[in-house]
């Protein structure tokens, strides 16, 4: 009876997907949540490739997943990925229903890559066994969902299979602990100029030792818990990198990768640290597939960081920079603010992190606002900060709190009238900092932005 329901609810999913693109509707996970309806264990029937690559985590993980799927394909390899849908339990069951045969069989893929919502993996991992299972880093995310990362670290070691071979962060003491019973591979990066010993940012979720409760020492600290620590009490430590990072070079846009004792040259693909580690999971997991370094290098030089992320792009006498920020998450404002603030040049930016599934309710928790950093908005270089949505008087008094003389912030509501208020001063850099649910609206007033700024460049060559 099982398999029939299974069948119907497969059969049922497959018809939406035409009728979804007749009647012009997105609906990019509607197939896996209609078959979910008609059978909750959906996921336990439907076959899955010869491997199967599950990449979860707090940030970074869409960004892992793209660019493992990316160079999978480039290398000729045949591949299932949910980059077109969500990551939870129905965008997973709609990569498997696009897949897969009419008897529910997954038959022209090699390998799936799966980027996986942490909160979603005990209805996942069970069905669908990883033979790999990646995990970026465990930070605080939304404190109405996720609440401490050692809760969502307890939930993955609840829920991943026994048999899953771990690709861990060694320099995150929380994520580098999950399925401790395990097969486990380690990636860091060395000691980076910049880094510091004690913690300079609100959030510094490992203070103390997990075994003894002794207070921590970091021979390093990226940012927040990141880095590695030792503890004098009982001689815990960070693990030791399988694959490490070292002679990172921003600037130069170089690094070495060294493993089992020998070292690689690469080019960085991106200017941030926090990409640095994106990167470096992406080179662990290849290697753990039997890619070569020579051949992880040639398809590194042809991988960007998806657009949507992070793009940049000379417009007129000023370069616009959209720049993900996700709302409801500290960590993810802070490494943008302290990104920004680390580049060189003037800016202008635009806050747009604004939380439009909430608007329908009657309040909202700002408190990740509080949380995240935004003393790094606080520089001298970053000349003016407009503040758009609903939150910008929240936004305002975060800024003031932090520092930010009050003649640098601007408040308006539309987001459209908030991109008039930009300067575009020639040669400044202009970013907008947006979430994931004000994607689609983002991108419209980035668009309009872009007119502006071709617009008052036009008006100033007619005027010469």
Not at 423 to 447: E, N
């Amino acid at each position: 009876m099982g398999k029939l329901r299974f069948l119907f609810a497969l059969w049922m999913a497959k018809l939406s997907i035409p009728a979804l693109k007749i009647t012009h509707h997105n609906g990019t996970d509607f197939p896996g949540s209609l078959a979910l309806k008609l059978c909750p264990d959906f996921l336990h029937y439907v076959t899955r490739p010869a491997t199967v690559i599950a990449v979860t985590g707090t940030n970074g993980k869409t960004t892992v997943s793209n660019m493992l799927t990316d160079i999978l394909e480039a290398s000729g390899k045949r591949v299932l990925s949910n980059r077109a849908g969500s990551n939870i339990a129905s965008g997973i069951s709609t990569a498997f229903i696009r897949s897969s045969n009419l008897l529910g069989r997954v038959t022209h893929c090699d390998i799936a890559v799966l980027e996986v919502d942490e909160r979603s993996s005990p209805r996942i991992y069970p069905h669908v066994k990883p033979d790999y299972v990646v995990i970026t880093n465990l930070f605080r995310d939304s404190i109405m969902r996720n609440a401490h990362p050692a809760y969502i670290a307890d939930i993955l070691t609840g829920c991943i299979p026994g048999s899953a071979k771990m690709v861990l962060n060694a320099d995150d003491l929380i994520s580098s602990g999950v399925s401790p019973a395990n097969e486990r591979v380690y990636f860091a990066i060395d000691r980076m100029e910049g880094d510091v010993v004690d913690c300079i940012n609100l959030i510094d979720d490992v203070r103390i030792c997990p075994r003894c409760h002794t207070k921590l020492t970091y021979t390093y600290r990226r940012y927040h818990h990141i880095g590695k620590a030792v503890c004098p009490g009982c001689g815990f430590h960070s693990p030791e990198a399988d694959y490490l990072a070292q002679n990172v070079d921003i600037a130069a846009g170089t690094m070495t990768l060294r493993e089992g004792g020998e070292s690689y040259d690469y080019k960085l693909i991106t200017d941030s640290a926090f990409n640095v580690y994106n990167m470096t999971t992406v080179i662990a997991v290849l290697r753990q597939l039997g890619f070569s370094h020579r051949q992880i290098r040639g398809y590194m030089d042809n991988t960007a960081i998806a657009a949507s992320r992070h793009s940049k792009e000379q417009v007129g006498e000023v370069r616009l920079i959209r720049q993900m920020s996700k709302e409801k998450n500290a960590l993810a404002g802070s490494r943008a603010f302290d990104y920004i603030a680390g580049c060189g040049g003037r800016k202008e930016i635009l806050l747009m992190m604004n939380c439009l599934g909430d608007t329908r309710h009657w309040s909202e928790n700002t408190c990740w606002i509080y949380d995240a950093d935004f003393e790094f908005l606080n520089n001298d270089s970053i000349v003016q900060l407009v503040c758009a949505g609903a939150r910008c008087t929240d936004y305002k008094l975060r800024l003031l709190m932090a520092g930010v003389p009050e003649d640098r912030i601007i408040c308006e509501y539309d987001e459209f009238k908030a991109a008039e208020r930009l300067q575009f001063t020639p040669g400044d850099d202009i970013y907008l900092l947006y979430g994931t649910d004000s994607l689609a609206r983002a991108y419209k007033v980035y668009d309009y932005m872009k007119q502006l700024a071709a617009a008052r460049s036009e008006k100033k060559e007619a005027q010469a």
